[in-house]
């Protein structure tokens, strides 16, 4: 599971392309009765794949914050942002997404 070095200095299209294919394929959602916490989250064994990923969404102005060493979380007006640029095919996926935008409208 490795980002490839190109996306460091890749434009932010293929930036995209990557997040929305590392983000379909690893993705896990929670999305809990509280709203406000509600989040997109990532978890690995591997942190330099949460960095890399973090740093790519920093690229598209989204902040993702590392916990325990092994989940990446993506929560609130970040989670519009990232929904405004990031395609995610799956409907758990788009799901958490939308809740998320349901509760940055707040």
């Known amino acids: 599971h490795e980002i490839p070095n ?3 200095i ?5 930036v995209k ?3 929305s294919s590392y983000f379909s394929n690893h993705c896990e959602t929670d999305t809990s009765s509280n709203e ?6 990532l978890s690995s064994s591997h942190i330099r794949v949460l960095e890399d990923i973090a740093f790519l969404c920093s690229r598209l102005n989204v902040h993702a ?3 325990n060493m092994d989940t990446l979380s993506i929560r ?6 990232f929904s405004e640029q990031i395609t995610l095919p799956r409907y758990n996926q788009r799901h958490a997404v939308f809740a998320i935008l349901k509760s940055a409208d707040k």
Do not use: F, P, V
């Open 10 to 14: 890749a434009s932010k299209e293929y």
């Open 36 to 41: 406000d916490d509600t989040s997109i989250q």
């Open 17 to 19: 392309g990557i997040l």
């Open 6 to 8: 190109e996306a460091y």
């Open 65 to 67: 914050s590392i916990s």
């Open 76 to 81: 609130a007006s970040n989670g519009q942002r």
